[in-house]
Nanobody, 125 residues
Framework: QLQLVESGGGLVQPGGSLRLSCAAS????????IGWFRQAPGKEREGVSC????????YYADSVKGRFTISRDNAKNTVYLQMNSLKPEDTAVYYC??????????????????WGQGTQVTVSS
């Protein structure tokens, strides 16, 4: 059974950091492009970052560029999203997703084939 499981969310003060993890079971993440999305209440799901299959190119939404970093650990079959300098507007449920194809940017949600259940990130003082 193919499964993605996110972890690492929580409550953090503005300016703080969190690292989200996306662990895969039933398939090898290295063979997929992996994206991170987020969805705040009343808003559409937003692509945040992507690491492409094959060459590992990384892409970021303008809203997180310079603050968030996506990375892979193939040995652990896990992708991470390091989030620094967090802002209240980063508050959302964060999802990871896997796409069979090579992606060349923070692709829209319909490009992805598998999704995790999400982890809540709340940035508040």
């Amino acid at each position: 059974q193919l499964q993605l499981v996110e972890s690492g969310g929580g409550l953090v003060q503005p300016g703080g950091s969190l690292r989200l993890s996306c662990a895969a079971s039933g398939f090898t993440l290295d063979y997929y492009s992996i994206g991170w999305f987020r969805q705040a209440p009343g808003k559409e799901r937003e692509g945040v970052s992507c690491v492409s299959k094959s060459d590992g190119s990384t892409y970021y939404a303008d809203s997180v560029k310079g603050r968030f970093t996506i990375s892979r650990d193939n040995a652990k079959n896990t992708v991470y999203l390091q989030m620094n300098s967090l802002k209240p507007e980063d508050t959302a449920v964060y999802y990871c997703a896997a796409a069979r194809v090579r992606l060349f940017g923070v692709a829209p949600w319909y490009e992805y084939n598998y999704w995790g259940q999400g982890t809540q990130v709340t940035v508040s003082s």
